[in-house]
């Protein structure tokens, strides 16, 4: 080495011997090809761009890496025609979301719209990082009226929607960018259906309210194993599965589901947000509620079965436009995911589980009886739909539809009056159609085949129990024929 080459790597020390000799090497580089790109290129230099990239997740993507490969993708289809002056990139939103709302893309739009823009056109580092679906198309039109051009990898410069060839491109992205993410998705889930079905695995989430989290063994993947992941398991928890078996066992003897919340509440019984508040940031933790407790008398992990997909969320709409919505589904229970063997200690047994299903309280009344409807739940009103209230008048058992009043509105003078059915004179009716045939045995043969009816002031129909526009024909047609209002009285 000689003195200028030792004066140069002294210069250079503070920054870093490989740096330098990177950066001559590439200015040499720079030197050799500036001829040959020639006047067309130096033109072109001027172009400003803004940068947009984005990742999916926060947990499993590193946003470092996510975000080099795809600026690195961006400046080389601007190479020698450009610069990036800003740079907008997006962590932790999905490709579903309109840009209005994704936090750098909505401030990308403000600026394209805002005064002293400072960029001439977009630039992205892969059509699916960016848009979903048609996206692409319907935002166009605001791109061209505020003279912003988008630079796409896949087209290797700029977007004409005018040109065929580049309008079939567009269409083809937006189809292979809806096609990844729904392939993607049912590998995932036929995955994990398969894992809780056959494997009785815990896939996560909260722990139900009565477990606890204990450690399962190494991930049964060799290659997650070595980087120390680890399955888990559920466990009873030694402080609130004592809670659990209690709200069985009472809503098993009878007890309603209001009363089973209000006496845990009296004991100081912490609710399960409260008892696990660091799972459960969005909850108030302040007490019991109704619904807490049918969510955990609803629940079939407390046989040891391991249950999953009860829910989802589903995407309605355009894909990445604002029209699109989602809606958080429950799925009927045959099309849930259950384990086929015991997964976990159970709280309670199947057995159980099931009869508390079926179990319907009984407010008892001043005297301390309970009052009984045979045919609770399975009286529709024709008019408004509604599912016909159990009502107990001049000391007998009946069924009314106030068609959607209650006392906490003003009451309305013209609407429809109330529908009033007395169950002794329905038990009667059905007597006469159904000869030889016990009518009290009609409930639960209505139950078992999912079917109620309908009724007014006229007449009565057998319908399927999601009656919404009229009554479907049903095998007990043959035997129970729609006839005249027998009820009333």
Not at 102 to 111: E, H
Request: aromatic share 8%; charged share 25%; with cysteine.
């Amino acid at each position: 080495m000689d003195v200028v080459d030792m004066a140069v790597v002294r210069a250079e020390d503070r920054q870093g011997v490989i740096e330098a000799w990177i950066r001559r090497g590439r200015g040499e580089g720079e030197r050799g090809r500036r001829s040959e790109r020639g006047s067309r290129t130096e033109a072109a230099v001027g172009v400003r761009f803004a940068f947009y990239g984005r990742t999916s997740t926060v947990e499993f993507q590193d946003r470092g890496t996510s975000h080099g490969w795809q600026r690195e993708a961006a400046e080389t289809v601007i190479a020698g025609r450009g610069v990036i002056v800003a740079d907008f990139f997006d962590v932790g939103c999905t490709r579903r979301l309109p840009w209005a709302e994704r936090p750098q893309a909505a401030a990308l739009l403000a600026a394209i719209t805002g005064p002293g823009r400072p960029f001439d056109a977009i630039v992205v580092g892969e059509y699916e990082r960016a848009f979903a679906g048609d996206q692409f198309e319907r935002m166009m039109p605001l791109f061209e009226r505020w003279g912003v051009r988008v630079w796409l990898p896949e087209a290797g410069g700029p977007i004409d929607l005018g040109d065929p060839m580049h309008r079939a491109l567009i269409v083809m992205l937006g189809a292979q960018s809806q096609r990844e993410v729904l392939r993607s998705r049912h590998r995932v889930l036929a995955a994990m259906r398969v894992q809780a079905c056959e494997q009785g695995r815990y896939l996560g989430g909260r722990p139900p309210y009565g477990y606890r989290l204990v450690d399962a063994g190494p991930h049964p993947n060799r290659a997650h194993a070595r980087w120390g992941r680890r399955l888990q398991r559920l466990e009873p928890d030694p402080v609130t599965a004592p809670h659990v078996r209690w709200i069985f066992a009472e809503r098993l003897a009878g007890r309603s589901m209001a009363g089973i919340a209000r006496e845990l509440n009296e004991r100081g019984v912490p609710c399960p947000s409260a008892a696990d508040q660091k799972r459960n940031p969005h909850r108030s933790g302040q007490g019991w509620t109704l619904q807490t407790v049918a969510a955990i008398l609803g629940n079939p992990r407390y046989t040891g079965r391991q249950v999953w997909d009860r829910q989802r969320t589903e995407h309605e709409g355009p894909s990445g436009s604002e029209e699109a919505v989602s809606v958080r589904r429950r799925y009927p229970v045959w099309e849930w995911a259950v384990s086929k063997q015991v997964a976990h200690a159970p709280l309670v047994s199947e057995e159980e589980f099931v009869a508390a299903q079926a179990i319907r309280a009984a407010r008892p009344n001043q005297d301390g009886n309970a009052r009984a409807y045979l045919f609770s739940g399975l009286l529709r009103c024709r008019m408004c739909l509604r599912r016909m209230d159990a009502h107990w008048v001049n000391d007998r058992p009946g069924y009314r539809c106030r068609h959607g009043y209650s006392s906490a509105k003003t009451w309305a003078p013209a609407r429809a009056k109330n529908l009033y059915i007395r169950e002794d004179r329905m038990l009667t009716a059905l007597a006469a159609h159904l000869p030889g045939r016990d009518p009290s045995e009609l409930a639960q043969f209505l139950r078992s085949n999912d079917l109620v009816i309908v009724c007014d002031t006229a007449t009565w129909t057998v319908a399927e129990a999601d009656y919404s526009d009229g009554p479907a024909e049903t095998d007990l047609f043959e035997q129970l024929k729609p006839g005249p209002h027998p009820f009333m009285g």
